[in-house]
């Protein structure tokens, strides 16, 4: 019922041997390092729960929470494969990639939802949203477009206010002043 205390001016190793006399695992403790060499690594729980487990495949960790405390977050090299990406209690979630492009794929769709707050999608290009076998459904009480340009006049009689929505030839959209019948102009300056 005591420690057993290893003490050494340089470093420590213990190996494990197999009935033939071969090292099968080591663990070098020196004075800036501890290496640990065999085929699995394992850290366990009181009650004997892996916690954390390495081979040369892969890294598990079997906690409920992994928490990543550095200023920078967590970063990747290659893929991420996670059922749930959740930021803390009243801290901003945020998955950037500050010089390529950030995708995120799954054969059953993506769902992004905000319960009390609003989603912000920012970009100093283009923002494309592409259904190749579907429908783009803007669902909402208000849609609003508040930089669309506002096309020449195209009709005559009062408008009251109100203003359609023209598309032009490749697709952009711009303002008519409403009038009885449509007032788009299928060669608008605004296409041009």
């Known amino acids: 019922d005591s420690s057993l205390l290893l003490q050494s001016t340089h470093n420590v ?38 916690l954390f487990t390495v081979d040369e495949n892969e890294v598990v960790i079997g906690t409920d929470k992994l928490r990543v405390t550095g200023p920078e977050g967590a970063l990747f090299e290659h893929s991420v494969e996670t059922p749930l990406v959740k930021a803390e209690a009243f801290k901003q979630l945020r998955l950037e990639s500050p010089t390529r492009s950030l995708s995120m794929d799954a054969p059953r769709g993506i769902n992004i939802k905000a319960q009390a707050g609003n989603i912000e999608a920012l970009s100093q ?25 506002e096309g020449a006049r195209g009709g005559s009689g009062i408008s009251q206010g109100l203003y359609e929505i023209c598309v032009c030839p490749d697709g952009k959209l711009y303002l008519s002043v409403a009038g009885v019948g449509s007032t788009c102009q299928e060669y608008s300056r605004v296409c041009q």
């Not at 695992?25 to 290496?35: D, F, Y």
């Not at 065999?38 to 366990?44: K, M, T, V």
């Not at 609003?144 to 340009?149: F, I, S, T, V």
């Open 13 to 50: 190793t213990v190996n494990a041997r197999n009935s033939n006399g071969e090292v099968t695992g080591r663990l070098n403790v020196g004075p800036k390092m501890v290496e640990f060499h065999s085929q699995q690594f394992q850290i366990n729980s009181k009650d004997g729960k892996p």
């Open 125 to 149: 290009m283009d923002i494309k949203l592409h259904s190749s076998d579907g429908v783009l459904l803007l669902d909402a009480e208000t849609v609003r477009l508040p930089k669309l340009p």
